[in-house]
């Protein structure tokens, strides 16, 4: 019965890179969502997402970021061109219905040098 | 704009002793309010909840208090234990125009409980 995964757990990226982190929410659920952890912060609401659907995209930056969650496989969060300020955790939450009490990964770390 | 806040960034309480953690909100909209905990490296955890409806909530040794006339969550931890030491976060739950819920992050306590 496993967990939100989500992979990798550490990735580190040039600028200007591309990184892709990729989130397999629990069994049987179907709604997605991502937060962001900035050093010294709290989580920030970056999307929400059902599959093949982007729900809620208000806290994404405007350029740059893209997320989707695919029929198959699992939800990916793209950032283009990375940036020394999108060094940060992004963690991927998920649940059955859109209730209270998501289940949320370990992370992925992103460091961009 | 932090719509929820979390006032104290750290906190150290003695083995046996009771954690208080302190949340404090701004929007009168929220409906529902959650405590996670945090260890290094991993995921937050729920940990409790309670609706706007009530004023406590209690499982085991962690009794969640709402006020909502002063728009205020506190956590209780009691007795507290090595292994509670982590990083807790509130959060709230509001309701989008869009019909969808978003949660609101505090900015985290890191509580230190003490041998």
């Known amino acids: 019965n496993a967990g939100v995964m989500q992979n990798p757990r550490h990735l580190v990226r040039r600028r200007g890179q591309e990184a892709r982190l990729r989130c397999s929410p629990m069994?049987?659920?179907?709604?997605v969502y991502w937060y962001r952890q900035l050093p010294e912060e709290g989580l920030k609401f970056m999307v929400y997402?059902?599959?093949?659907?982007?729900?809620?995209e208000s806290g994404m930056p405007k350029e740059r970021f893209s997320a989707e969650f695919p029929k198959e496989g699992p939800s990916i969060l793209r950032i283009q061109q990375v940036v020394r300020g999108d060094s940060a955790a992004y963690f991927c939450?998920?649940?059955?219905?859109?209730?209270?009490?998501?289940?949320f990964g370990s992370g992925t770390r992103l460091t961009v040098v | 704009d932090q719509q929820v806040k979390q006032n104290s960034p750290s906190l150290s309480v003695q083995e046996g002793r009771i954690s208080i953690l302190n949340c404090d909100y701004t929007n009168s909209m929220f409906d529902y309010f959650l405590w996670y905990k945090k260890y290094p490296a991993e995921g937050p955890t729920f940990l409790i909840s309670?609706?706007?409806?009530?004023d406590k909530n209690e499982d085991g040794r962690f009794t969640v208090f709402l006020n909502k006339s002063a728009k205020h969550l506190s956590l209780h931890i009691v007795p507290s234990q090595p292994g509670d030491s982590a990083v807790y976060f509130c959060?709230?739950?509001?309701?989008?125009?869009?019909?969808?819920?978003?949660?609101?992050f505090g900015t985290g306590t890191r509580l230190k409980v003490l041998a």
């Open positions: 309670i609706s706007s409806i009530k």
């Open positions: 997402l059902q599959k093949e659907n982007i729900i809620d």
């Open positions: 959060a709230a739950t509001l309701i989008t125009t869009s019909g969808t819920y978003k949660y609101i």
């Open positions: 069994k049987g659920h179907s709604h």
């Open positions: 939450a998920s649940s059955p219905q859109q209730t209270y009490g998501y289940t």
